[in-house]
C-alpha cells in the first residue's frame, strides 16, 4: 500500500513555513471539516460529474473489463504497431500507463519480448510527430495494415483528434480499401456525438467513455484501460488498487484518509503559507509522466476564477513536474534558495523491478563510498539528501512512498489524486469538474479556421492581435 | 532568424498586469540600464565564468569542431548504439539537441536510414532505466562490442555519473577484455580531476569541458557537440546560429538586443508585477525538451537566497514548461483563471519540416471546416487563439518564433537564452554562475551513502528527518 509522508509539511520541521500540528488534533477545525467533507462526498458519489467513482467497483467494472478484454482479444496477433489518437485526459493517462507499467526499451523490443504492439501515444498536432510516426508505421513498422489506431475523442468534435482521425482513415482507406475499419478502435459517447455517427456508419469496434467521468477523471475507465491491456499491464490489479485506495479514502478522520490529508496539506500550505506551486518530483523515471497526468487534473480541476458563490477567488495552484535525481542538477538550487513558494511532493520506490549493482575494483579513493552498492541505494539516498537539505531551508515537501512499481500501486496513486482533487475543491469551495477557460480559444480556433458561424471570433483575434511593433 | 513578439507584455494589451511602454523609451531608465548593461558584459566577455561566450567564435569553435570530428571519425561505422552518462548540464542539453534535431522516430529507424547509432541519453540512476537499456545494448541492440559510451563529467565525482560509468566500465570489460577502452569517449577536465585521471590510466578518448564554461552553459561546447555530431546534427551550423545570435546580443538598444529584451521582460515581470512563474510553451513537440534545458538555465542560475551585497533577497523565478497544443487541455484553465502569476512564452515555427494535409472527403459537416487544411495551419491557428483567450483574461505572454527547426535557429535559441541569464543576474544583482545550495545535498549523499569524511552528515541528517508519526 502507499503511503504518504508528510512530517517535513509540519512547523515542528520547516517552523513558519510549515502547518501547526495542532491542526491535525481530534477536535480541530481542518479534522470537523474533513469529517464533514468525507460525508458530503459519501452522498455525491456515484451522482453527477462524481460517476468516476464507480468505476473500480462492480458492475461497472465488470462491464469494462469485459468490453475491454474482448476488443482486445479481437485485436490479438493482428498487430505490430499501435497508435493512440487524442489529446488532455485522452492521452495523458494513457502515455502515464505506458511509462509506468512497461520497459522504456518497449518499442525497441523484438515482438518475441513484448507482450503487445508497439506503442505511440500522439497527442499533439505536430505535423513533424505525427508525419513520421505514420510513415514509419507503413514502412519499417510493418505497414498500416499491421497497424492499429486507438482514437478516443467522446464528442469527435476536438479539433485535434478530429484532424488526426480525418488523416489516418483517409491513409487506411487508401492502403486498404474497406476493410480499413478493422484497424480502428474508437473510445467515445456510447450514444450520442460527431464521433459515435462515424462509428455507426462505419462500423469501428467501440468502447465507451462512460457518462458522468470527466476526461480527467478517465484513465481508469476504456480510455486508458484498453491502450494499457493491449500492452499487456493487468488492469484488474490497475482497478484492484484503486478499490482498495477508495476504501481508505472513505475514512472519515482525516488522519487516516490520504486523500482529504493530502488535499488539506496542499490546500492549506497553499492558501495560508503562500506555497502556490505544487511540484511532484518522482525519484523513478518511469513514474515522471503520471506527473503530466497530475498537473492536468490538479491544474484544470482546481484553477478557477470564481468559487461556487460567484465570488472571483482566481484559485488553484501551479502544478510543476520534476525528476530526481536529474532536477537536483537543476532545479534544487532554486527550490532550496528561491521565493518559498512551493510544496515538493516526492514519489520514493522501495523495491524497483530492475536492480543494477556498481562493482568494486575501479581502485579509485574517491568512488570507492560508490563500491558494492546497489543503485536503488544510491538513488534512495539521494532522496533522503534532498528531502533534508529542503528541510534545512524550511521548505515543506512530503513523500508518497510506492514499496513497488505495479498496476496495483499505479491504481492506488492515481485514485489517491483523483479523491484529493475532490476533497480540494469542496476546500476552495469551487467547482473541480468542469473547465469554462478553455472555451474561448476553442471558438477561436474555429473562426481562426474558418469554420461557419465562427467569423466574429476571427474578426476580434485579428483586431486584438495586430501589431506591427513590440517585434525583435 | 528567430523574433521576439513582446507586444502582449504590455499594458496596452493585458492593463495593470503589463508594462507600461514609456519603459522602452530610449530615455527611459530601463533602456539606460541596459546600455549599461551591455558595456558590463562586453568587459567581462571571454573571462572567468563568461568564457562560455568564447564558443561560437574562433580560435575556441574551431579548435572544438576540429577535436570533434576527430573523435566522431574515429568513431565511425563502428556502433550501432551510442549511450550518453551524464547529469544535469552533461545531459539536458545533449537530450534537448537530440529531439529538437533527429526525428521522433530515430532510434526506431534502420540503420540505414540514421545517420549515427541509436542514441540513449540515461540522465539518472534509476535502475530500471539503466538496466533496461544496457540489457537491450547487450543482446537486441546488436552487442555491447558495438556500444558507445559518452561519458561525461568535468570532476568525475558527481555520484550518478561516477556510478553510471562504474558499472559500463564493468561489463565492458566482462564482454570486451582489454579493448574496451576503444568504446567510450569522456568529455572531461583537460588537466584535472579523478576522471581526468581515470581516462589517463585507461587509455580512453577525450574531449574537453573547457574551463570557464558552467555545466548548464555547456551544451555548445564538446560535451553537446559530440552526441550531437554522432547523430548527424550539424554542429557547425549550431554554433553558427550561436554566433549570429550573440552579434544581436551585442547591440547597446535594448530594443534591439533580443537577449536584454527577453530579460527585462521576465525580470520586470517577475519583480515588479508577480509574475514569478516563467512558462516555456513551444507549439512543437521537437522544441518539449529545450524547455527542460531552460529550466536548468533559468532555475539554477536565478534562484539566490543572497545578493552580490550579501542582503538575503530570495531571488528567482520558477521556469515552467508546457506543450502546445497538448497543455491547452491540461493548463490553460489555470493560465486564465488561476492566480495571475505567470508570463507565458510561446516557441512557434512558421514552416514545419515535414507537413501533413487533412483530407476532404469524411462528409460531416462539422468537422468540414478541417478538410484540405494542413496540420500547421491547425497547430498554429491553436496557438494564436491560445495567445488571444490570454490577453483576454490579462495574461502576459510573448513569442519567440522559429522560422524553421533546424540546427542554426536551435543554436540561436540556445544562445538567446544563456545572453538573457547573464543580462537577468546583472538585473537581479545576483551570481547567475554558482549553485551553492546545491552542496548540502551532495554532503548528505555522501554522508548517507558512507563515504569517509562524511559520517557526521549522516548522523544530521537521520535525527533531522527520523519521525515515528505523520504517516498515512
Request: with cysteine; net charge neutral.
Given at each position: ?14 517552523g ?116 513520421h ?36 482513415r ?43 467521468v ?28 484503486a ?32 506555497k ?16 503530466d ?30 525528476l530526481g ?13 528561491g ?10 520506490v ?7 549493482s ?43 512512498k ?16 483523483q479523491v ?7 476546500m476552495?469551495n ?17 473562426g ?25
Amino acid at each position: 500500500m502507499l503511503t504518504l509522508d508528510y512530517a517535513n509539511c509540519l512547523a515542528d520541521r520547516v517552523g513558519s513555513h510549515g502547518l501547526d500540528t495542532a491542526l491535525f488534533d481530534p477536535a480541530s477545525q481542518p479534522t470537523q471539516t474533513a469529517r464533514a467533507l468525507t460525508a458530503s462526498l459519501e452522498k455525491t458519489r456515484g451522482t453527477g460529474w462524481e460517476r468516476w467513482r464507480l468505476l473500480p467497483h462492480d458492475p461497472v467494472k465488470a462491464d469494462h473489463l469485459h468490453q475491454v478484454r474482448r476488443a482486445v482479444d479481437a485485436c490479438r496477433g493482428r498487430f505490430d504497431n499501435m497508435v493512440v489518437l487524442g489529446i488532455g485526459g485522452s492521452a495523458l493517462g494513457n502515455i502515464a500507463l505506458q511509462s509506468a507499467l512497461s520497459p522504456v526499451t518497449y518499442n525497441l523490443l523484438p515482438s518475441s519480448s513484448r507482450p503487445g504492439p508497439r506503442t505511440f501515444v500522439i497527442d499533439n498536432v505536430d505535423p513533424e510527430q505525427f508525419g513520421h510516426i505514420l510513415d514509419w508505421c507503413a514502412s519499417a513498422g510493418g505497414g498500416l495494415q499491421r497497424t492499429l489506431f486507438n482514437v478516443i475523442s467522446k464528442s469527435g468534435e476536438t479539433a485535434e483528434t478530429a484532424a488526426q482521425f480525418m488523416i489516418i482513415r483517409d491513409v487506411l482507406r487508401k492502403a486498404m480499401g474497406s476493410g480499413y475499419a478493422g484497424n480502428i478502435v474508437a473510445v467515445t459517447d456510447p450514444s450520442r456525438g460527431t464521433m459515435r455517427q462515424i462509428c455507426d456508419r462505419e462500423g469501428f469496434t467501440t468502447l465507451p467513455v462512460p457518462d458522468g467521468v470527466g476526461g480527467r477523471f478517465s484513465v481508469l475507465s476504456p480510455v486508458g484501460l484498453f491502450s494499457a491491456a493491449m500492452c499487456g499491464i493487468d488492469i484488474d490489479a490497475l482497478l484492484g488498487g484503486a478499490a482498495e485506495m477508495d476504501a481508505r479514502c472513505r475514512r472519515d478522520s482525516l488522519l487516516e484518509n490520504p486523500a482529504a490529508l493530502l488535499a488539506f496539506l496542499l490546500v492549506e500550505l497553499g492558501t495560508t503559507k503562500g506555497k502556490t506551486n505544487h511540484v511532484l518530483m518522482p525519484y523513478a523515471s518511469s513514474l515522471y509522466l503520471l506527473a503530466d497526468w497530475y498537473r492536468q487534473l490538479w491544474a484544470e480541476s482546481l484553477g478557477k476564477r470564481v468559487d461556487k458563490t460567484g465570488e472571483t477567488v482566481f484559485a488553484g495552484f501551479t502544478p510543476v513536474k520534476a525528476l530526481g535525481t536529474t532536477d537536483q542538477h537543476s532545479q534544487v538550487q532554486l527550490y532550496r534558495e528561491g521565493p518559498n513558494d512551493k510544496v515538493i511532493g516526492f514519489l520514493e520506490v522501495h523495491k524497483f523491478r530492475h536492480e543494477v549493482s556498481i562493482p568494486t575494483g575501479l581502485g579509485v579513493e574517491a568512488l570507492s563510498y560508490l563500491e558494492g552498492r546497489s543503485m536503488t541505494d544510491l538513488l534512495n539516498a539521494e532522496k533522503r539528501a534532498t528531502e533534508y537539505a529542503l528541510v534545512e531551508s524550511q521548505r515543506p515537501n512530503f513523500t508518497i512512498k510506492f514499496p513497488v512499481i505495479d498496476a496495483a500501486h499505479v491504481g492506488q496513486f492515481i485514485w489517491l489524486w483523483q479523491v484529493a482533487t475532490s476533497y480540494a475543491g469542496l476546500m476552495l469551495n469551487i467547482d473541480a469538474y468542469d473547465q469554462p477557460a478553455v472555451e474561448l480559444g476553442k471558438q477561436a480556433t474555429f473562426g481562426l479556421m474558418g469554420r461557419k458561424g465562427y467569423e466574429e471570433h476571427k474578426r476580434t483575434v485579428d483586431s486584438t492581435l495586430t501589431t506591427t511593433r513590440w517585434r525583435t
